[in-house]
């Protein structure tokens, strides 16, 4: 049995990331999905999650959820070095940055939030600006990787571990075709939603990484929807 | 404000011009005016009485049902009637509601407002009113999550201060805690034993003070409802207006022991009527007035639609793609409507012209799994999504010969099928409105000349 630790559902399943547990479930009978809540101790510092998954939040939850993980900042690091798949989606990557700065709606005042300090990056939000809303298409170890990103905020640095190399839309910024975080076994990404569904190929290559075969549920009807989704942003974007 | 006055005359000029050639539903005027005069929202003189309605579901029905009673109680108003609820639509709202010297020439303005932009705007206007329908999960790709369009609404409220009084649903545990530094008056509804589904992606998934789990005594729909913190003293507040008795079947509700007529059978439109009353009743008109008045109205046209040939019911009925909260209501309401029936998809967005390929978030957080009823004879879909939708009707749980995903929408009609239906429902997103009647006629005139 595979065990997948989905991180804070409450604070980190606002746009449909529940979802991307849900088919991995349903694609293989020897996974099985625990939710750390609020308050528990995450399970994958004691070794007994094989994969921890975090999806997107709000700007106000991950302040909470940096503090929440503060404690565990080491154990992070070692999950990481040893091995553990690490999913992690939408700003959620924003947490393991160095800071997150920039505005906030309810005042002028500026936030400054200490990250955890994981990888070496900072994110800035534009909270009185126009959402930014586009799709990419990339390249991980020759899978082509499609994304939807819709966020305030940006990722700046060197980005030298980047997971996806962009080739249609825009990386971890506007002036970057680098997008999202892969070191060892450790993927982030500023897509948000339901990113297995959207990337079979990927979903597959992670069931091969957790050891178990690497049929999809619905197999053909998904990769026919996204072969048709790549045909469609080829031409769109 | 020579700049406001230049502001003024030509966008009235530009609206007469409109006007002549037909066009009184134009907000281009409103654009001019803010182009020539950026601050004009501050400046044009405001009717004696402004009621700005907001939230995330049921703006449009309740914002006319509050224009159109006021109108026939004799009062003259100005409404931005036709979808326009940003700054231009409401400096043409505005516009018509003065005349070439700034001076109000209407009795009320109501002003249907975006959530997103309404602590830029509100402070100019300075409404007395401010109706918060509701706060649910919307478009992703505009809203972003609740939490954000609550921050937006409360930081209205705070600029507004006491001069605006923040008329709230007291089952939202979202909306509810916005203006505590305002005047607050509270609607809110009693068990109408609907048991709605549980749904797939929560709109508020703990308590907004501290974290804790929400109970529910009762919910009306998503998180609407009867709730409390189980860890704080978070709960919902008390109502000034109370619906205590919903009957759906006579359509009818009461509050403080008078009957009111509804306009439809949902529990959302209940909602729309009960906050409408909540604002006019704060206006002090009398219960019996807006009784007489709410039995003359119905769900608009725009919404809902039917035609019946040969005994089944053809329906155009509006969901709200990506906008997750309506369109699960919709599937919702689709699982417990009593007839055997088709659905036909027509959900994508058309309006994001520069994204021509959707999110599929939407689709996940969507309760596509309501659609998985017996009832429910075949849901078809069309469009440049169709595969999307297949997989999710499939993930849903859906048997494949239920399931008809074509690419091409203009082929729907034909997969329609009549046996052992009683109705057809079109379901669109409501900025397709023309597109849906042509479908729903489009599969009547196929029946009618045979071809299915």
């Known amino acids: 049995m595979k065990i997948v630790e989905f991180m804070y559902p409450e604070y980190t399943n606002i746009y ?16 099985r999905v625990i939710e750390t809540h609020v308050g528990d101790t995450p399970k994958f510092i004691t070794g007994e999650a094989d994969m921890v998954y975090m999806g997107c ?46 505005d906030e709606v309810m005042s002028d005042n500026k936030i400054d939030i200490r990250g955890l300090s994981i990888f070496d990056y900072q994110s800035v939000r534009h909270m009185k600006q126009m959402r930014h809303n586009s799709q990419y298409i990339g390249n991980f170890e020759g899978m082509l990787m499609l994304g939807h990103r819709s966020q305030y905020s940006y990722c700046y640095g060197e980005f030298n571990n980047y997971f996806i190399k962009i080739y249609r839309g825009i990386g971890m910024n506007p002036d970057t075709d680098r997008e999202g975080v892969h070191v060892k076994n450790f993927f982030g ?15 597959k290559y992670i069931l091969r990484l957790l050891g178990l075969k690497d049929d999809l549920l619905f197999e053909k009807e998904i990769m026919e929807a996204y072969q048709y989704r790549l045909e469609e942003l080829r031409r769109t974007i | 404000m020579f700049r406001f006055y230049i502001a003024l005359w030509a966008s009235k000029l530009m609206m007469a011009v409109y006007k002549i050639l037909g066009d009184t539903k134009n907000d281009l005027p409103g654009l001019l005016a803010s ?11 405001k009717p004696a009485l402004t009621i700005t309605v907001t939230g995330t579901n049921g703006k449009t029905t309740t914002s006319t049902l509050i224009n159109d009673f006021l109108r026939s109680a004799g009062l003259t108003t100005s409404f931005n009637d036709w979808g326009a609820n940003m700054q231009a639509g409401y400096s043409v709202n505005l516009i018509r509601a003065v005349n070439l010297l700034n001076k109000p020439v209407v009795d009320c303005s109501i002003l249907e407002a975006d959530e997103l932009t309404l602590d830029e705007l509100m402070p100019w206007i300075k409404p007395d009113y401010l109706l918060v329908t509701n706060i649910c999960k919307d478009s992703l790709r505009r809203n972003g999550h609740p939490e954000n369009i609550y921050n937006h609404i409360e930081h209205t409220l705070r600029q507004l201060g006491d001069h605006t009084t923040a008329i709230l649903n007291a089952n939202d545990p979202i909306s509810s805690e916005l ?58 507040p008390h109502s000034k207006y109370f619906g205590e008795f919903v009957d759906f079947e006579n359509r009818t ?6 009957e009111y007529p509804l306009i439809s059978d949902t529990i959302f439109h209940a909602f729309n009527v009960l906050s409408a009353i909540a604002v006019l009743r704060e206006l002090g008109y009398g219960e019996n007035e807006i009784s007489s008045f709410l039995a ?84 078809i879909v069309g469009g440049h999504m169709y595969l999307n939708h297949k997989l999710r009707l499939l993930l849903a749980g859906l048997p494949e010969d239920r399931i008809v995903a074509v690419e091409d929408e203009a082929d729907i009609p034909l997969y329609v099928d009549q046996s052992g239906i009683k109705k057809v429902y079109v379901l669109y997103e409501t900025d397709c409105v023309s597109k849906a009647v042509n479908m729903r006629d489009s599969i009547v005139r196929y029946v009618k000349e045979g071809r299915i």
């Open chain 1, 16 to 31: 449909g990331e529940s979802y991307n547990l849900e088919y991995l479930k349903r694609c293989n009978k020897d996974i």
């Open chain 2, 296 to 379: 003359t109205q119905k769900v608009t046209d725009i919404r809902e639609s039917c035609v019946e040939y040969n005994g089944i019911e053809y329906y155009t009925f509006a969901a709200k793609s990506q906008n997750v909260s309506a369109a699960s209501t919709v599937f919702e309401y689709m699982a417990k409507e009593p007839s055997d029936k088709d659905v036909v998809l027509l959900m994508d967005e058309v309006q994001d012209k520069n994204h021509p390929t959707e999110t599929l978030s939407w689709l996940y957080e969507t309760d596509y799994e309501f659609l998985n009823d017996p009832k429910i004879k075949r849901v």
């Open chain 2, 179 to 236: 203006g505590k530094d305002s005047k607050r008056v509270y609607f809110g509804m009693a068990d109408t034993m609907r048991n709605p589904f549980e749904n797939l992606g929560k709109d508020i998934a703990i308590c907004p003070r501290c974290g804790g789990k929400l109970i529910y005594t009762y919910r009306h729909y998503r998180h609407i409802g009867k709730f409390r913190c189980e860890k704080c003293d978070f709960q919902t």
């Open chain 2, 253 to 258: 509700m009461t509050i403080s022991g008078h």
């Open chain 1, 57 to 102: 939040m709000t700007e106000d939850k991950q302040e909470k959820t940096i503090e929440l993980l503060m404690p565990y900042r080491n154990f992070i690091i070692n999950a990481i070095q040893s091995g553990i798949i690490f999913v992690v989606t939408g700003n959620a990557l924003e947490i393991f940055g160095t800071k997150i700065i920039g």
């Open chain 2, 35 to 45: 182009k020539i005069c950026p601050n004009f929202l501050k400046l044009i003189k």
């Open chain 1, 189 to 203: 990404t500023y897509s948000l939603g339901p990113y297995f569904i959207m990337n079979p190929p990927f979903t």
